[in-house]
Structure formats: C-alpha cells, structure tokens
C-alpha cells in the first residue's frame, strides 16, 4: 500500500470530501508541498487514505494575519480557527497555506 502524503484530523474529512474545507495551514515542516502536487489524504488517527487532493496554491501567514476567508475556506469562524491553530501549533507564528481541491475519494 502506498504511503500517505498528508494526514487530516479524522474530525476534517467529511468537510473535504464535501469540498467545504479547502485549505490547511500548517507549519514549517510542512512547508515544502507546492502549486501541482497531487497528494494522498490520510487520516491522522489512523492513517487510513481517504481521498486525493491537488495543491492549487500555498501562502504564507501568520495568526495575526488570519482574515474571514482562511476561517470560510476552513469552514469554521475566524475565533475558531485561530484557536485550533494555537492549540496544534503552540508558540508558532509563521504558517503556510495549503490551497487544494478534492480529486477523488475511496
């Protein structure tokens, strides 16, 4: 079986199979996914894949700089996901977008 290339909180996947979650902001570590790149979802809990996505973009930004739009693409509020950002990434600022579209799921 093939590896997965990004992983997803398990409490995520019915928002990006329904294309309402269309971005993910993560960390430096994270940071070297690019425009084109077709990537196999699994989910963090168990690894187990669940769908393909294509990176359409990435950005830089920080959680001062967290607008309306990264909160609507991630389908929660802005005071929202400014919290889930802090509490998976503590005592981090400087994050990367990833902007995607769902290919196909299992």
């Given at each position: ?33 690019k425009t084109g790149d077709i ?68």
């Open positions: 079986m093939q590896p997965n290339d990004i992983t997803f909180f398990q409490r995520f996947q019915d928002d990006i199979l329904a294309g309402r979650k269309t971005i993910t902001i993560r960390d430096e570590s994270e940071a070297h996914f990537l196999r979802v699994g989910r963090f809990e168990d690894d187990a894949y669940f769908c393909t996505i294509e990176v359409v973009g990435t950005s830089t930004v920080t959680l001062d700089t967290l607008t309306e739009k990264h909160a609507q693409q991630e389908n929660m509020t802005l005071a929202a996901l400014k919290e889930v950002i802090a509490e998976i990434y503590p005592n981090q600022s400087q994050f990367y977008v990833i902007d995607f579209k769902c290919l196909s799921s299992d």
